[in-house]
Structure formats: structure tokens, C-alpha cells
């Protein structure tokens, strides 16, 4: 007899590293943003197997909602057929593969060596009322810190991504300017 | 058979393993920061999974948080450098990216 909590882990398993690994692996870079949807969405669901359902869904609020449909904005932005053959030569990624391998191999092996395959769930998993005691009790200059940094790292994007036209006399008009002079 | 500790940090062992595998052999920006996000996720399974199994507190969930969001602080800050990348160089190849090069 199959328990549904087994059933529904492996099919995270595959939906999260499937996922990452198309991510990578899809020719076309906006299959790989699904991909990495796809994968987000699966660790969302491995947080609720877990039981711990707030941090779950300000995953998917963050990761699937906002991180992902950013990444297919910036896609499409930058879009052009220039997507293939973007990784390294065959040798290095045969030795890519087996370097990985064998650091997950190693990882594997010491987890089972330590005895953490035989550690079970405790009985009580934690509230989110401990959440909201932590965020706004001894946490929270760490949360208004954080609320700075996100609006300072969402202006500097912004400043960022303006782009002046050339004959500014900025920097990056200057690296345009040289380029254009390299290309003709 | 229940699902031990072990199995969630294979999974995030795995995930770290595709991460790590990107980083090192993909040369597009874009690819390069899914490899990033992939890593952070696989980081943060691992901090639940060792909050729920071993040390059942909110605390190990509310650094979590923080983590996401700081990861979400990132990826904006990253994806503008690639917008700038792509309109300055015309490439987000990031070994063609070579003006800070000194």
C-alpha cells in the first residue's frame, strides 16, 4: 500500500528537479523560464508537505508571482536568436557532470552515514502564530531593515535599467559608443 | 515507508547538484541566474526540512522568509544588470562582457 504523503513526495521530487533541470537544459530560454516555474512551484509544495503552509505560500506569492514573471519579462525583452550553443563545449560539460555527481554522491552518502534517514517528524510542527511573534517581536528591525533593502535593491534596478541615450557623456554611453565603433 | 530527513535533503541535494552544474557550464546571463535561483531553493529546503524533523521552531521558518525575500531582492537587481548588459552589448553572453575588465 502506497501512502498518498510517499506518492505525492516523489511526484515533487520530479516536478522540482525536473523542472530545473529543463530550466537549464531547454533549447528555447522561454521553456527553461517555465521550467523554473515549474520547480518553484514543486519546492512550494514540498514546504506544505513539510508543514509549514505560511512559508509555502509567500513562496509561491514571491518565487511563482513575482521572481518568475519577472524572468519571462526580462526574456522576452532580451529575446533573440542568439539562445543556442550558449553553454560550454562538450568536455566541459562532461566534467561538469561528473564533478556534480560525485559532490552529490558524497552528499547523499554522509547523509545516510550520519542516520538522518531513520529521523522521523516531530509531533508538533510550529504555528504560525510563532511567525508573526518572531516578525514583529525580536525580529523586527531585522524585517524593516529587509523592507529597505528590497526598496533600495528595487530602485537601484530601476536607476539601473535606464539607460541614457548616447552623447550623454556617461559611462555606459561611452562603452555604446565604443562598441559602435568597434562594430563598423 | 514515511519520508525521513534524508530523502528531503536528497532533493535539495539534487537541486543544489543542477545548480552548481548551470553555474559552471552555462555562459548566458539569463541561465546563470536561474542556476542562482535554483541554489537559493535548494538552501531553503533544507532549512525547513531541519526545522520540521529536528528542531520544530517558527524561527527556522521566519529566516526563510527573510531568505525569499532577499533572493526576490536580488533577482531584480540582477535582471536589470542584464537588461543593461543586453542593451549596452547587444549580448547577454557573459563572457563577451568584458568592460570592467581591467
Known amino acids: 500500500m502506497v501512502d ?17 533541470i ?15 516555474a515549474a520547480s518553484f512551484f514543486g519546492v512550494a509544495s514540498l514546504f506544505f508537505l513539510l508543514d509549514s503552509p505560511f512559508v509555502a505560500v509567500f513562496q509561491i506569492t514571491v518565487y511563482v508571482g513575482a521572481v518568475a514573471v519577472l524572468v519571462l519579462f526580462t526574456v ?7 539562445w543556442f550553443g550558449d553553454s560550454m563545449g562538450p ?16 552528499l547523499v552518502s554522509s547523509f545516510i552515514a550520519a542516520g538522518l534517514s531513520t529521523t522521523s517528524e516531530q509531533a508538533n510542527a510550529p504555528s504560525f ?8 517581536g525580536q525580529y523586527a528591525p531585522v524585517l524593516e531593515v529587509l523592507a529597505l533593502v528590497l526598496a533600495a535593491s528595487v530602485l537601484g534596478a530601476l536607476t539601473l535599467a535606464k539607460v541614457d541615450p548616447p552623447g550623454e557623456g556617461d559611462a555606459l554611453a561611452k562603452a ?9 | ?10 532533493v535539495s541535494a539534487l537541486l543544489f547538484g543542477v545548480g552548481v552544474y548551470g553555474l559552471v557550464t552555462k555562459r548566458n546571463a539569463m541561465r546563470l541566474v536561474f542556476s542562482v535561483e535554483i541554489l537559493v531553493n535548494a538552501a531553503n529546503i533544507n532549512f525547513i526540512a531541519f526545522n520540521r524533523f529536528l528542531w520544530p521552531s517558527a524561527l527556522g521558518q521566519t ?3 527573510f531568505s525569499i525575500a532577499l533572493a526576490a531582492a536580488e533577482a531584480a537587481v540582477i535582471l536589470a544588470i542584464v537588461v543593461v548588459a543586453y542593451r549596452v552589448h547587444d549580448d547577454v553572453d557573459v563572457s563577451e562582457l568584458k568592460t570592467l575588465k581591467g
Open chain 1, 4 to 20: 498518498v504523503t510517499d506518492a505525492a513526495f516523489v511526484a515533487l521530487t520530479v516536478v522540482t528537479v525536473g523542472g530545473a
Open chain 1, 22 to 36: 529543463t530550466a537549464l537544459e531547454a533549447r528555447e530560454i522561454i521553456y527553461g523560464a517555465v521550467g523554473l
Open chain 1, 76 to 82: 522576452m525583452l532580451v529575446r533573440e536568436g542568439r
Open chain 1, 91 to 106: 568536455a566541459a560539460r562532461v566534467a561538469a557532470v561528473v564533478t556534480v555527481v560525485a559532490l552529490v554522491t558524497s
Open chain 1, 129 to 136: 502564530v510563532g511567525i508573526g511573534q518572531l516578525l514583529t
Open chain 1, 176 to 184: 555604446q559608443a565604443v562598441d559602435e565603433r568597434e562594430g563598423s
Open chain 2, 1 to 10: 515507508m514515511t519520508v525521513a530527513l534524508s530523502d528531503y535533503l536528497i
Open chain 2, 63 to 65: 529566516v526563510v522568509l
